[in-house]
């Protein structure tokens, strides 16, 4: 990936009265790069994107696009476009007319707006849609309109505001491929807004998590989902297991932990040092645990929730913690290891598969 940034939101802040949407973000945004503002609704992530083009200014720090501080820069003035959840098309013109439409404002020579709607049309695989009129196309194909639009102005950022969110999940899952195999196409910097985790995990070549305006994690799909450092982000991403328990002692590559019933388990070791004695919480995917006759920690099976491709199995080890496991499907469609509601089993996983998080 190209190292140049794009976009940097340096410790910016913004408050609406004495509410304070965005609090002290920091970020870097590599050129090419598609990233993805992702959190729950409230946490800031729009808030923090609409500063970028400039729809509002930050109450502190700066917005710096290609190396450029923006300042109080109006939202014409930047190199950057974006697309909303709702299109925002023009009803009466056609799809050659709403895409044009910024170009002939701008007083472009009709060679050069016919030349470019051509090639935006053929990126989002419009070309023949010239003439159509908004009403006579489908949910995605409108969505197609709206990115041809931003992208025929050559932005050096296309930004994207949960663009999806008015699709059933079927086009969803179908435009979340087109807009990466675009993205790809064009290799301009996407900046994706989304509350939907597997949107981001899919897409995204790095990621930001927020939480009440703030930043909880940046990193990769992966690092996100596997290595979670707060259990917010633990939470938020994917589901967890979380495990209260004490340390009761640290070596050179990984910690015991006491979780009670004179059971203590192992966990990865966090990036700070930690102490024995000190109260942590243990997180587990429940794609990593294991069901068995044998195990530490002991169970019952609670309940069984058939999910497609995989099913959960529920087990109680005591009042206060219940366990999820997800156990695959195999090829004939069985689970490997079949259970029923009332039997006793063990529980564990991979002490590497578990990440320790401070309580």
Same mark, same amino acid.
């Given at each position: 990936?190209?190292?140049?940034?794009d976009?940097?939101?340096?410790?910016? /802040?913004?408050?609406?009265?004495?509410?304070?949407?965005?609090?002290?973000?920091?970020? @870097?945004?590599?050129?090419?790069?598609?990233?993805?503002?992702?959190?729950?609704?409230?946490?800031?992530?729009?808030? *923090?994107?609409?500063?970028?083009?400039?729809?509002?200014?930050?109450?502190?720090?700066?917005?710096?696009?290609?190396?450029?501080?923006m300042g109080?820069?109006?939202?014409?003035?930047? +190199?950057?476009?974006?697309?909303?959840?709702?299109?925002?098309?023009?009803?009466?013109?056609?799809?050659?007319? $709403?895409?044009?439409?910024?170009?002939?404002?701008?007083? @472009?020579?009709?060679?050069?707006?016919?030349?470019?709607?051509?090639?935006?049309?053929?990126?989002?695989?419009?070309?023949?849609?010239e003439?159509?009129?908004?009403?006579?196309?489908?949910?995605?194909?409108?969505?197609?309109?709206?990115?041809?639009?931003?992208?025929? +102005?050559?932005?050096?950022?296309?930004?994207?505001?949960?663009?999806?969110?008015?699709?059933?999940?079927?086009?969803?899952?179908?435009?979340?491929?087109?807009?990466?195999?675009?993205?790809k196409?064009?290799?301009? *910097?996407?900046? =994706?807004?989304?509350?939907?985790?597997?949107?981001?995990?899919?897409?995204?070549?790095?990621?930001?998590?927020? +939480?009440?305006? /703030?930043?909880?994690?940046?990193?990769?799909?992966?690092?996100?989902?596997?290595?979670?450092? *707060?259990?917010?982000?633990?939470?938020?991403?994917?589901?967890? $297991?979380f495990?209260?328990?004490?340390?009761?002692?640290?070596?050179?590559?990984?910690?015991?932990?006491?979780?009670?019933?004179?059971?203590?388990v192992?966990?990865?070791?966090?990036?700070?040092?930690?102490? *024995?004695?000190? @109260?942590?919480?243990?997180?587990?995917?429940?794609? $990593?645990?294991?069901?068995?006759?044998?195990?530490?920690?002991?169970?019952?099976?609670?309940?069984?929730?058939?999910?497609?491709?995989?099913?959960?199995?529920?087990?109680?080890?005591?009042?206060?913690?219940?366990?999820?496991? /997800?156990?695959?499907?195999?090829?004939?469609g069985?689970?490997p290891?079949? =259970?029923?509601?009332?039997?006793?089993?063990?529980?564990?996983?991979?002490?590497g598969?578990?990440?320790?998080?401070?309580?």
């Amino acid at each position: 990936m190209d190292t140049a940034v794009d976009v940097e939101l340096q410790a910016v /802040r913004k408050s609406f009265r004495d509410v304070v949407a965005v609090d002290g973000v920091s970020l @870097r945004i590599a050129r090419g790069e598609f990233f993805s503002l992702l959190g729950p609704s409230g946490c800031g992530k729009t808030t *923090t994107l609409r500063m970028i083009p400039g729809f509002e200014h930050p109450t502190e720090g700066d917005v710096v696009i290609q190396g450029q501080p923006m300042g109080e820069t109006p939202p014409f003035a930047r +190199n950057v476009n974006t697309v909303f959840q709702h299109y925002a098309l023009f009803p009466h013109m056609t799809v050659a007319e $709403n895409v044009g439409f910024g170009l002939k404002m701008k007083g @472009r020579k009709r060679a050069d707006i016919q030349s470019r709607l051509a090639e935006a049309l053929e990126l989002v695989r419009l070309t023949g849609y010239e003439q159509r009129r908004p009403r006579q196309l489908s949910g995605g194909q409108q969505q197609r309109v709206a990115l041809a639009r931003a992208l025929i +102005n050559h932005p050096a950022v296309l930004l994207l505001d949960e663009p999806l969110g008015a699709l059933d999940l079927k086009l969803r899952k179908e435009m979340q491929g087109e807009l990466k195999r675009l993205q790809k196409s064009v290799g301009i *910097t996407f900046i =994706y807004v989304t509350h939907d985790q597997e949107e981001a995990l899919t897409m995204s070549d790095r990621m930001a998590v927020m +939480n009440g305006g /703030r930043v909880e994690q940046v990193g990769s799909p992966e690092e996100i989902y596997e290595r979670p450092e *707060t259990r917010f982000v633990a939470d938020f991403i994917g589901e967890t $297991n979380f495990i209260e328990g004490v340390i009761s002692g640290v070596e050179p590559d990984r910690a015991l932990v006491d979780i009670g019933h004179g059971i203590a388990v192992t966990a990865q070791l966090p990036a700070d040092a930690i102490a *024995t004695g000190e @109260r942590v919480t243990l997180a587990v995917r429940p794609e $990593n645990v294991r069901l068995g006759s044998e195990g530490a920690i002991r169970g019952r099976v609670e309940e069984i929730v058939y999910r497609g491709s995989d099913t959960d199995v529920l087990v109680r080890v005591d009042d206060a913690l219940m366990i999820r496991a /997800r156990q695959p499907r195999g090829v004939a469609g069985d689970i490997p290891v079949s =259970y029923a509601a009332g039997s006793q089993v063990g529980v564990g996983w991979d002490g590497g598969t578990a990440r320790l998080l401070r309580s």
